[in-house]
């Protein structure tokens, strides 16, 4: 039995070239949508490792090609980040699974790749190179041109120079030439930038299209939410391969100072509990720990309950006043209900729910609930359906419970999941898998705010019985008014608009507060 | 403005060890799932590549933890297939990005990924070596025990022995040990195993489980399908890097050749038309193209119009007689429909959509279309309503129009789609993309095969007017005949059964026959 089977191997850089649709570039109209979403995100994480209120210029210009369809354009984004040090340049953006991205810490990008991707699709279509300009704030300004060696996974450096930076700019500018359908990626593009306003009101996000057409998305808050910060593992999430990694690395010299050292939330107190618990000496070194031994050890963390939950404190979400901030400017609804979940976690990843319920209004009539989602402040715009969002509020949530049916009554839902590990199912970041308790943290969001949304339907519906019943006494108190003036003799009947007017201000205020709280 | 970002670069296999989710091992019941598919596909592949009828035997035995829950297994996976070189095992089974599937060619696994993650996976949950026994049939049988270096990506060798191989068996058995939760996962591996054996009815596939429940899928034919045959890109698929690829290593002396050798079905008179079109020398050395030539050549190629579509010769669909074979058996229905589309292309990978229709008979009556989803013979369980078909069968086709009402009848809709490329959206290989020449040649297929169905259903339905028309005559024809038979002064009424045997005989074998074709 001779085989004939050719065994090769290929680097990551052609890996995700030849597998480029599970990152989002499978064709002209995708690959433009998510060219200007993984640039906007690196951008605004660059800028809020800095703390700095981002300011992005997104331009799209047609170069050659159809005006309507497929055509050449060059791509500029530019951002006012902390920029990337002049020598770590070309890898940044010229070898895939180099990156910033890989420590645990909330962030928008989490693959180390969609800048990338959006250089390397580029150079596919057009087979030119792109150009870098970064600084970061210091003295000088890095200008490179280059390309990616798909076949080697390395930057190719075509030119170099330095700048004097007299004004000590900081941030980063990238443009390249790249193919793509803006006539049918548009709509997803300008949605795309509306929502990611919608969940960052602190940015300014300027967007040039092919046609010259200038779409402003201003700052509505000066405020920032605090950062993220980095966080150790939590040992109900760490593996046998993270434990390993931190045993070769360690310079612990027992487990108890093991412990405390290198997991989320453990101190010499627990610490030690739990070494005694599991019978293990605190006195061990680390190093001698055979391979059972972290077997046994990564077992005994999972399983051991007087660990402190992860701290929710390294996150950053948006905020209730932030989130309801956005929620009103886009979609002006007549009540919104938001609320944020204690920090919670899943796999030992710290997670926040944040949840808007917007209700009447603007907010259109289509006949379903209309659903947001944002994860790590970036909103999610396809493969609904196959997120745990849109399993929770079509499965689990029985609207009725809150006086609402979402088939005749608008209602739009705003779910924003934040995590140092968003659990996506795909690399081109659609949709969050079904964690059992990302769906339960979301489920319980959406039960809250939808208690709040009921007491205000309740109460409208209240005020509304209350005006029926008032339009029955206007009918016939005058009546009953004129029957019993008459019945007793009088001339003149009781005066009834005083009455009508005094129940109408006990009811309608109520409502006019409760909308505006 | 200091920055304190963090740039580093990790390997393929802690990419993948990482993100974890995004190749389908997010938690102890999807990642057994996806171990028994991976491993199960493989060996299909394996045994495929010889054009041997697969024999595949699949056990967990259940080592320690939860009998009900998270617990772990002992998994082997053994087939009949054509080995893998002594030589080349460890770096197949313990290298990310190294395999046997990067070539053009039709095959169940398409990212080299799987079987490696499921090592992988099981090495994070345990900590234990793998065993990798194979031999191609000649003198040897190689057996290592080996582990993965993930930070590294490299295979860590730790025993190897060769065994004689008198019997001159051929094919591989993996073992190794991993975390799972089978009492969940038990109904779709179950299901899996089944609808594979559905797609491939010339498979013997065993499996026994934990609990020692034995499961045997018997191949039902012995023919195969003419196995796939690797192929060329062709020219319409063609982007700029992979013909700089082609320029870089071609012996090729001019364009003329270049084109005619690398290129798939461009002959020399096609070839020729084609560079006097474009304007280019047909004795120009290909290596003497410059970068903007490429882009010229490539925009020239997917413009052209003369050149053949490419040849589905290459692929190695079910065929109908195959399909209705397996729809058959595991479905029961009452009438079958199967269509085959001719071969057909999507951004220049050849492309063959089969389709059946099952209705009636053992097909549960649910509420809504049953969907089945194949890709290149293998069943695709997860995120259904994200896929393409699911698309076509919920949004394009209306199924009133073949006289069906799929909410109140029973129908089942079996989907396989071939290709040297299948557009998987996820490295887990769950759902397709919905290229639109992909959604076309679905959409086609069903409308074919929804007229054979509507052929039956019509007939069915006339039968049944006619048989209320029977009934009619059945309870009216003896009131006119004894009314007759008064009225023309007879004693004696004509005999009617005759007559309404006759009907019926007319009548029933029609739909019957149909019912059986």
Chains 1, 2 share one sequence.
């Not at 808050?221 to 434990?243: Q, S």
């Not at 006990?506 to 409760?514: Q, T």
Request: with cysteine; net charge positive; proline share 7%.
């Amino acid at each position: 039995m001779s085989s004939t089977t050719l065994f090769e191997e290929i680097s990551p850089a052609d890996f995700f070239y030849r597998n480029r649709d599970i990152a989002g570039f499978s064709n002209p109209v995708r690959a433009l949508y998510s060219t200007v979403r993984e640039l906007v995100e690196n951008s605004l994480d660059a800028c809020e490792a800095g703390q700095i209120l981002p300011s992005i210029y997104v331009r799209f210009q047609h170069v050659s090609g159809a005006v309507d369809g497929v055509s050449i354009y060059r791509i500029r984004v530019q951002d006012n980040g902390t920029g990337v040090p002049g020598e770590k340049i070309p890898l940044a953006f010229g070898k895939v699974l180099y990156g910033s991205k890989y420590e645990l810490r909330q962030s928008r990008g989490t693959f180390g790749l969609g800048g990338k991707m959006a250089i390397l699709y580029g150079q596919i279509t057009t087979n030119m190179p792109a150009h870098v300009i970064s600084s970061q704030g210091d003295g000088y300004l890095h200008e490179y041109e280059m390309s990616i060696d798909i076949q080697r996974n390395r930057p190719n450096v075509l030119r170099y120079r330095t700048h004097p930076n007299e004004k000590r700019w900081h941030g980063t500018i990238l443009e390249f030439w790249t193919e793509g359908d803006y006539t049918r990626a548009s709509s997803k593009v300008v949605e795309y930038l509306k929502q990611t306003a919608m969940a960052n009101p602190y940015a300014d996000i300027t967007f040039v299209d092919p046609r010259g057409r200038l779409y402003v998305f201003d700052r509505t808050v000066k405020k920032m939410p605090p950062p993220a910060r980095p966080t150790k593992p939590h040992p109900h999430g760490a593996d046998v391969e993270t434990v390993q990694r931190l045993v070769a690395a360690t310079d612990a010299e027992d487990m108890l100072s093991f412990l405390t050292k290198h997991f989320h939330r453990v101190g010499r107190r627990i610490a030690g509990r739990f070494l005694k618990e599991v019978g293990m000496n605190p006195l061990q070194s680390p190093k001698e720990l055979s391979p059972e031994g972290v077997v046994k050890l990564v077992a005994a963390m999972k399983a051991f309950e007087g660990f402190l939950p992860p701290d929710g404190s390294c996150l950053s979400p948006l905020g209730k006043e932030l989130l309801e901030a956005g929620v009103v400017k886009e979609l002006q609804p007549e009540f919104t209900s938001v609320t944020q979940r204690q920090p919670s976690a899943y796999s030992g990843y710290p997670l926040v729910v944040e949840v808007g319920l917007a209700y009447g209004g603007q907010v259109p009539k289509t006949g379903d609930v209309i659903l947001y989602r944002f994860a790590n402040k970036i909103p999610l715009l396809y493969d609904e359906t196959s997120d745990v969002s849109w399993k929770v509020t079509h499965g689990s949530v029985n609207w009725r419970h809150y006086k609402l049916n979402p088939l005749e009554e608008p209602l739009a839902v705003v779910v924003h999941v934040c995590s140092t590990k968003i659990p996506y199912k795909t690399v081109g970041k659609e949709f969050l898998a079904d964690r059992p308790e990302v769906e339960r943290e979301v489920l319980n969001a959406l039960r809250e705010a939808g208690r709040g949304l009921m007491a205000y339907l309740s109460m409208k519906e209240r005020a509304e019985r209350d005006r029926r019943r008032l339009d029955v006494y206007r009918r016939y108190l005058p009546k009953i008014a004129h029957f019993a003036t008459r019945l007793s003799g009088k001339e003149e009947e009781p005066p009834l608009e005083p009455l009508f007017a005094k129940v109408a201000r006990l009811d309608n205020p109520e409502v006019e507060e409760a909308s505006r709280a």
